[in-house]
Each structure stands twice: as structure tokens, then as C-alpha cells.
């Protein structure tokens, strides 16, 4: 019965994204969809606990789950087709009805302010095991690009939260690993509008989506010997191998955030502000 639940809760919610997203009150342009879905349709990898993992610039309240309504409908009716995500306490799981909804969405409560040590993050982690596919924003909240930090006029998404190197250092087999690019989401929801407006997205909005090539698992497997000889360096007392595995997590973590940032000036330039072209297939 709770399978039936998410199962509805996910097609319901990714059919009025996919109508949404035909309606003509806003258009979409995708790029690279064959990459995560060949992902997510290799069954031998994924019984074989090789998880997906996609890491995306996070601008907009409806970045999830819109950017999902892009997605064939049949992946809406298999958990191992429909992602998890990390969601904030605060934020989505302010009363009882968010809170069904959202843990029915697939949807794992995180608490700000509790490090990357908490269940949710040790649920993304089994999850991936499984084989599932997890979904991360790793900068941890909205950032839209007018409040990107910029070094030399060059705009860089946030640092991105250390929780995405111990998901992803921490699983059992390496996962596969998609960067994503969201554009116009930003100006469909903009930050800081009055009441009543900040709650309905703008019409007439040119939004995108794009997925980048896997990051190759020789870098994620480089940072992990990395961590292998941190943890087991002969004379290190346990305050040295905690900050050599912090140092390890934050260069995995860089990594991703790497890659993401290499596909927004793919799509959006140095700027990192509006969406230039698509990029190259299999770029």
C-alpha cells in the first residue's frame, strides 16, 4: 500500500508537470534526455547496486519536480525510474499534509544545520546501493544567478554542500554520476516577489534543461584511493585522519561542482545567466 501511494503521488505530480510543460504557457527545450534515460534503463548495472546520481544549479522552488515532467511517463511508475531527493525540514515538511506528500514524493527530510552525518543523507547513500537514482542540488538551497559570487567578471555556482562527497564517497560501488543545467526556472519563479504573486509562476518563460555526459568514475575512483590511504595511514592519531577525510570529501565534492559548472557555460556562458545554445552532443 505505501509503494501504491508514491507510485500515485509520483505519476500525479509528473503528469501535471509534463501538462504544465505542453500547455504553451511556457516552452522547454531538452538536451541530452538519452543520457539519464540510458542510465536509468540499464537493469544489469542497477541490480548489480549501481546507482544514478544527477547534481543540478538549484534557481527555482519548482526546479523539482518540473524539470521531471520532461521524463517519459512509464519512468513515473517504477521507483527505480523516478528519483529521490534530498528536501529541507523547514521548507517541506512544515505540516502534516506537506509532509506525507513529500515523503510519498520520494522526498528524504533533511535538517539544516545537522552536518552530513544524518539519516537522510544515510538514506541517499542506502538508496544508491539499491540501485536508485538520487537527485542532489548541491548547493544546498536556491541561488539564482544574480547573486552568484564572480572572480575576474567569471559568475561560479556556491560551494556546494560536503554531503554531496560522503553520498557519493560512501557508497558501495562508484554510482554513475549526471550533471544537469536548468535554465529560465529562475525567471518562472523568481526570489523575493510580494504576496500573493512569489506563489505563481510567470507565463511566457523560455525554460532548459540539460544533461551533461557522466563524469568519468577514473576521477570519483582517484579521490577514493585518496580517502582509502587517508583512513588507513600508518601513525595517524584520529583528529589527522578526520581532517585528511574532510580534505577528501571536499575535493570530491569540488569535482561535481566542476562538472556542473563546466555544462552552465556549455549552455549559458561565463554568466551563467541565460541559456546561449545547447550543448554539443556528447560534449
Given at each position: 500500500?505505501?509503494?501504491?501511494?508514491?507510485?500515485?503521488?509520483?505519476?500525479?505530480?509528473?503528469?501535471?508537470?509534463?501538462?504544465?510543460?505542453?500547455?504553451?504557457?511556457?516552452?522547454?527545450?531538452?538536451?541530452?534526455?538519452?543520457?539519464?534515460?540510458?542510465?536509468?534503463?540499464?537493469?544489469?548495472?542497477?541490480r548489480?547496486?549501481?546507482?544514478?546520481?544527477?547534481?543540478?544549479?538549484?534557481?527555482?522552488?519548482?526546479d523539482?519536480?518540473?524539470?521531471?515532467?520532461?521524463?517519459?511517463?512509464?519512468?513515473?511508475?517504477?521507483?527505480?525510474?523516478?528519483?529521490?531527493?534530498?528536501?529541507a525540514?523547514?521548507i517541506?515538511?512544515?505540516?502534516?499534509?506537506?509532509?506525507?506528500?513529500?515523503?510519498?514524493?520520494?522526498?528524504?527530510?533533511?535538517?539544516?544545520?545537522?552536518?552530513?552525518?544524518?539519516?537522510?543523507?544515510?538514506?541517499?547513500?542506502?538508496?544508491?546501493?539499491?540501485?536508485?537514482?538520487?537527485?542532489?542540488?548541491?548547493?544546498?538551497?536556491?541561488?539564482q544567478?544574480?547573486?552568484?559570487?564572480?572572480?575576474?567578471?567569471?559568475?561560479?555556482?556556491?560551494?556546494?554542500k560536503?554531503?554531496?562527497?560522503?553520498?557519493?564517497?560512501?557508497?558501495?560501488?562508484?554510482?554513475?554520476?549526471?550533471?544537469?543545467?536548468?535554465?529560465?526556472?529562475?525567471?518562472?519563479?523568481?526570489?523575493?516577489?510580494?504576496?500573493?504573486?512569489?506563489?505563481?509562476?510567470?507565463?511566457?518563460?523560455?525554460?532548459?534543461?540539460?544533461?551533461?555526459?557522466?563524469?568519468?568514475?577514473?576521477?570519483?575512483?582517484?579521490?577514493?584511493?585518496?580517502?582509502?590511504?587517508?583512513?588507513f595511514?600508518?601513525?595517524?592519531?584520529?583528529?589527522?585522519?578526520?581532517?585528511?577525510?574532510?580534505?577528501?570529501?571536499?575535493?570530491?565534492?569540488?569535482?561535481i561542482?566542476?562538472?556542473?559548472?563546466?555544462?552552465?557555460?556549455?549552455?549559458?556562458?561565463?554568466?551563467?545567466?541565460?541559456?546561449?545554445?545547447?550543448?554539443?552532443?556528447?560534449?
Amino acid at each position: 500500500m505505501v509503494q501504491l501511494l508514491s507510485t500515485a503521488t509520483v505519476t500525479a505530480t509528473g503528469l501535471i508537470c509534463k501538462a504544465f510543460l505542453n500547455s504553451g504557457l511556457c516552452s522547454v527545450t531538452v538536451s541530452n534526455l538519452h543520457v539519464l534515460l540510458e542510465a536509468l534503463r540499464n537493469d544489469e548495472r542497477r541490480r548489480c547496486g549501481q546507482g544514478v546520481v544527477t547534481v543540478a544549479n538549484h534557481i527555482s522552488t519548482l526546479d523539482d519536480p518540473l524539470a521531471w515532467g520532461t521524463l517519459p511517463t512509464e519512468l513515473y511508475l517504477n521507483s527505480k525510474t523516478i528519483r529521490w531527493s534530498l528536501g529541507a525540514s523547514d521548507i517541506m515538511f512544515t505540516n502534516p499534509v506537506f509532509s506525507a506528500f513529500f515523503r510519498k514524493g520520494q522526498v528524504l527530510e533533511t535538517f539544516r544545520g545537522n552536518g552530513i552525518f544524518q539519516p537522510a543523507v544515510d538514506t541517499a547513500i542506502r538508496r544508491l546501493n539499491e540501485g536508485h537514482w538520487v537527485h542532489l542540488f548541491g548547493e544546498g538551497k536556491i541561488n539564482q544567478p544574480p547573486n552568484y559570487p564572480r572572480t575576474n567578471g567569471v559568475a561560479r555556482l556556491p560551494r556546494f554542500k560536503w554531503g554531496v562527497g560522503r553520498i557519493l564517497m560512501e557508497t558501495a560501488v562508484p554510482p554513475l554520476i549526471i550533471p544537469m543545467w536548468l535554465t529560465g526556472f529562475d525567471k518562472l519563479m523568481p526570489e523575493h516577489r510580494s504576496f500573493p504573486y512569489k506563489y505563481f509562476p510567470k507565463l511566457g518563460i523560455k525554460l532548459g534543461v540539460a544533461f551533461g555526459e557522466p563524469i568519468p568514475v577514473e576521477e570519483i575512483t582517484a579521490a577514493l584511493i585518496t580517502r582509502a590511504g587517508a583512513q588507513f595511514a600508518p601513525g595517524c592519531d584520529v583528529m589527522k585522519q578526520k581532517q585528511q577525510m574532510d580534505l577528501v570529501r571536499s575535493g570530491v565534492t569540488t569535482i561535481i561542482q566542476r562538472a556542473v559548472e563546466a555544462l552552465g557555460r556549455q549552455v549559458s556562458g561565463n554568466h551563467l545567466n541565460k541559456r546561449l545554445l545547447d550543448p554539443p552532443m556528447g560534449s
